[in-house]
């Protein structure tokens, strides 16, 4: 369940509470006997502790101590994980209630706090028969502080309900999530925040001869979707459209280059850059920023079923490209090929596509961030990967030079589908390139996507990485305008 935040600027109470101090000055004598404060005195004696846990017969009080320096990203992301580790003891004592006082000092960490205990509160219980025994009791989250605004409170909700959101998708087996169940979820998104929603069939999809997207889904049974999301506010501060572009393979099998039975068992998550992209678009919209927004979602799963496209195919892009297929494990790049072909419609500003796309990726550099490239958007990702840190959702950025672009060369296509065994994650890059002639960044989030077992407040199996740095993205967009 998503708990509840709520603002208050007054103490209602000292029962299951966090109190956020710089020193135990800070703790009023009418609240703590002589005894707990000689205790607490004693705990803080070591300078590595800063959490100390009272329970007063059922009633508790975690108390924070935290140093008055300007709190840096790295310090925002350890108090994240500070009140995720409060869930343990939540659960434990039923707690449905928790309030968190802050000093006056402290506004941002108090954020901070609160959104990882928010965010490690997710759980995909759908398909328990325990569900409720293993529910958590945290419903609300109560801020005391006279420094926190209403909006920044708002705007935790709405990344709250987008992230829980995210997560429930890319946790949805196919049984229960094809592609065309998948575009349904993105319409009732829409519906929810007053996005316009258009979703193309197979024949639509045919007319525009999205030979990638096709391709892919020649071996399944179930027919492909395109999704367009376009949130177009009152007045936007951009003249030119943001796009953002989101990998919707609801199941990868590798298609006649079949995965492995151990990479496959996962392989429900490759969809997890399409639901990234629309909860982001969702967050923008329930926020109300002031910016013309549009999504693009092209969905299929990936099938060896006996019409299938195979290696030594050569394939027919929207855009006229050919391309020699030579492994249908690669497929990823062929649906996002075509979205970032149908985007020049929008003569964008700036395109920027997310999709759990290499496993190059992956191994590059593990479940710590996630792989970045660009082209012609130097200031942008810039921008983005400062965003990235402050919201503890890094970027690498890799060396993109003109070279790698002779890895992915065909003697007898336009292009090929995969580059050789070396510098995987930056030839698939190369390849979507090839479909852009505007501003455009690709963020490879393969290795972050989804996870084996929690990592904090990332909880096991989809972590929605990618809807809190596109948000913090677009504020700072928004802010640079005005």
Not at 140 to 161: D, F, H, N, Y
Not at 221 to 241: C, G, R
Not at 248 to 277: E, F, I, Q, R
Not at 416 to 423: F, R, V
Request: charge should be positive.
């Amino acid at each position: 369940m998503l708990p509840k935040i709520v603002l208050s600027k007054k103490a209602t109470a000292l029962s299951n509470t966090v109190l956020m101090i710089s020193s135990i000055k800070d703790l009023s004598p009418k609240l703590f006997t002589e005894k707990e404060l000689s205790y607490l005195r004693k705990r803080f004696a070591d300078k590595a502790k800063d959490m100390v846990l009272m329970d007063r017969l059922g009633s508790f009080i975690f108390i924070c101590r935290i140093e008055k320096q300007k709190p840096t990203p790295a310090k925002l992301e350890k108090w994240r994980r500070k009140g995720e580790s409060l869930l343990p003891a939540i659960h434990e004592h039923k707690i449905e209630k928790l309030i968190i006082y802050d000093s006056g000092i402290f506004p941002k960490i108090v954020l901070a706090f609160a959104e990882g205990l928010m965010l490690g509160n997710y759980q995909f219980l759908k398909y328990r028969k325990d569900a409720s025994d293993k529910e958590s009791p945290l419903k609300t989250i109560e801020l005391v502080s006279k420094e926190i605004s209403k909006a920044e409170v708002e705007q935790l909700s709405v990344l709250g309900a987008a992230v829980y959101r995210c997560r429930s998708l890319v946790n949805e087996p196919l049984s229960s999530l094809n592609a065309e169940a998948l575009a349904f979820e993105f319409e009732k998104m829409g519906l929810e925040a007053g996005i316009k929603v258009e979703i193309l069939n197979k024949q639509k999809i045919e007319a525009l001869r999205m030979g990638g997207l096709l391709a892919v889904n020649r071996g399944s049974i179930d027919p492909p979707t395109f999704t367009i999301m376009e949130y177009n506010p009152l007045n936007p501060v951009n003249d030119k459209t943001i796009v953002l572009v989101g990998k919707g393979v609801v199941y990868d099998t590798g298609g006649l280059s079949l995965k492995p039975n151990s990479s496959m068992d996962t392989m429900k998550c490759d969809m997890a850059g399409a639901a990234t992209v629309a909860a982001a678009i969702y967050a923008i919209a329930k926020l109300q920023l002031p910016l013309h927004v549009v999504a693009l979602l092209p969905a299929t799963d990936n099938r060896p079923d006996g019409n299938a496209y195979v290696p030594g195919d050569i394939i027919t892009m929207m855009d006229g490209t050919t391309v020699e297929v030579l492994n249908t494990d690669a497929e990823g790049r062929l649906l996002l090929a075509d979205a970032l072909s149908y985007a020049k419609n929008y003569n964008p500003k700036l395109v920027i596509d997310l999709a759990t796309l290499t496993g190059a990726a992956q191994v590059a550099i593990g479940k710590f961030g996630m792989v970045g490239m660009h082209s012609g958007a130097s200031k942008y990702m810039n921008e983005l990967k400062d965003a990235g840190l402050k919201v503890h959702e890094r970027i690498a950025e890799f060396p993109f030079w003109d070279e790698y672009s002779e890895l992915i060369k065909s003697e007898i296509a336009d292009l090929k589908n995969i580059g050789g065994p070396h510098a995987g994650a930056i030839t698939a890059g190369k390849f979507l390139e090839h479909f852009t002639d505007y501003p455009w960044i690709h963020l490879d989030i393969a290795g972050i996507a989804f996870l084996d077992k929690k990592d904090g407040y990332r909880t096991a199996g989809g972590t929605a990485v990618g809807i809190r740095l596109l948000v913090e993205f677009v504020n700072r967009i928004v802010k640079s305008t005005r």
